[in-house]
């Protein structure tokens, strides 16, 4: 028996040298691509304006120098790309995303193959980076394995800061099981949305605390609970609160002991000042918000990721339907929470939640023009980009891409955009990314770069 222990262990080592590096911080290689981007007027993520013509290098991943000068590097394999006095901005963030569950409904997701459901992401994946969004946080669904493959270059798509599962209660937001799978058998087989990652039950703050540290041990950047009713699970009514005082402070202290942070789905008040009160970092939705509780955040400094939801995708859910008639009240709450939001300024994210339609996702980009509203075009851009940058780095200890994201600058990641126009002047030149965002660059690397061969210069 002892040998059979020891041969085990020799075997699992030697395997374990063979498994892939899961890091997205491996070794540069030794002769790192270059790219150089001539003739460009940089908005840097951070002003709002843009700069005179500017030469930007980047070598490997990262920005290496940007400069008024003419480049020195005379190097044969440097890709020179002329921008013809043209905007380059930061790659946009989105602050709350969803990638395993865009091109499904919650019936075919619970249904479906798990390798199916990852093809599917995969390919709205590079979608989703072609629309020009180069890193998204994902809030709910088993990513992980999306994410190294994008890391790694197997697939084309976004950098992820995966949540892993949500993690819910009996009957809360995020519970999608069948009438006929109550009772839940207490320490018994799990669930089948639990088993493909896309939530997970727990009802104690000991279960709350098993369920954030699977999260953690998969490469959750971030945690996200569901603290209150929501809009596409089938036995959560808004108004309900869901996690007590006590679990939702479990799941703070295993965050906080990974070196990162929670976030909750909440709309109403209560479930808010709840989640507050437990020291969770970051708000997401709020739409049902009152002017007490959105002072409160304030004065927490507490994180706003905030979605401007309108009345579209009446795809995502029949008409008549108890989903359907919770999301106009959802909508219903949106111009009172960002006029909270802008009253009391509060740090406030941007994304967009989209869910169960590839329709909604080609419009993307058409969310951030909905923000006209109550910001400019500047303010919006800068929270797409810096702005949501700063939100992702709460994830500390936990973040895997610890260089600086959402800016134009020396140090900085090569996630960068051409733009075929100013947006600081026009922001709904976003709204059609196939037609403006003439050049694409992640990590160092063109995924698009659509200029005429007479606007387009290489080695």
Known sequence: MKKLGSNLLSWVACLSSLLPVCSSNAAAPENPSKILLENVRVFDGKSPRVSDPTNVLIVGPMIESVSSTASADASTDVTRIDGGGRVLM???????WHSMFLATSPMVGLMSDVGYLNLLAAAQANATLLRGFTTVRDLGGASFSLK????????????????GAMITVTSGHGDFRQMFEIPRAIGGAVT???????????DTPDEVRIRVREQLMQGATQIKLTAGGGVASPHSPLDVSTFTLSELRAAVEAAENWGTYVTVHAYTPRAIRTALEAGVKCIEHGHLI????????????VWWSLQPFADDGSEQ??????????????????????????????????????????????????????????????????????GNAQLLAMSGARNP????????????????LLVNGNPLEDIHLMDDPAKNLLVIIKNGAVAKNSLTPANRMSP
Not at 90 to 96: E, K, R, S, T, V
């Open 290 to 301: 009152d002017d007490a509780t959105a002072k409160l955040m304030a004065e927490k400094q």
């Open 401 to 416: 891409y610890p260089g600086k994201l959402g800016v134009v600058e020396e140090g900085a990641y090569g996630d960068l």
């Open 192 to 202: 089948r949305m639990e088993q493909i990652g896309a939530s997970a039950v727990a």
């Open 317 to 386: 859910f029949p008409a008549g339907s108890p989903q359907a008639e919770k999301k106009k009240e959802v909508v219903a709450g949106t111009q009172r929470a960002y006029a909270l939001a802008r009253k009391y300024k509060i740090k406030t994210a941007w994304g967009t939640d989209i869910l169960f339609s590839t329709v909604l996702a080609k419009a993307q980009n058409a969310w951030l023009s909905r923000l006209v509203q109550w910001y400019t075009p500047a303010e919006i851009l800068i929270m797409a980009t810096s």
């Open 148 to 163: 190294q493959a994008t890391d790694e270059g197997v697939v084309p798509g976004p950098r992820i800061y995966p949540s």
């Open 90 to 96: 930061p790659g946009l963030i989105d602050a709350h």
